[in-house]
């Protein structure tokens, strides 16, 4: 079976949603970069493609907390806004 291959960009993305993920289930001692390739169906010298250090990664997963804050401020601005 032949693994689907994605972009830089996707593979980011769907590294640091695992390791929201990992936080989120297991807490920051759950994060490590053997699990979260795992989660992500790669193996661990993958993610070093992608990222330095698991340092970058939860740089890459404050990014994406600060992305997602900012969507439901943004949401909610508005719909204060109507009312």
Same mark, same amino acid.
């Given at each position: 079976?032949?693994?689907?291959?994605?972009?830089?960009?996707?593979?980011?993305?769907?590294?640091?949603?695992?390791?929201?993920?990992?936080?989120?289930?297991?807490?920051?001692?759950?994060?490590?970069? +053997?699990?979260? !390739?795992?989660?992500?169906?790669? *193996?661990? %010298?993958?993610?070093? /493609?992608?990222?330095?250090?698991?340092?970058? $990664?939860?740089? +890459?997963?404050? !990014?994406?907390?600060?992305?997602? *804050?900012? %969507?439901?401020?943004? /949401?909610?601005?508005?719909?204060?806004?109507? $009312?």
């Amino acid at each position: 079976m032949v693994k689907k291959r994605y972009g830089t960009a996707v593979r980011h993305d769907q590294i640091a949603e695992a390791a929201l993920d990992l936080v989120r289930s297991e807490g920051t001692r759950g994060l490590n970069v +053997a699990a979260v !390739a795992k989660r992500v169906g790669l *193996v661990p %010298s993958a993610v070093y /493609r992608h990222f330095k250090n698991k340092s970058e $990664i939860i740089d +890459a997963v404050l !990014a994406l907390i600060q992305k997602r *804050v900012e %969507s439901l401020f943004t /949401r909610y601005s508005a719909f204060t806004l109507i $009312i």
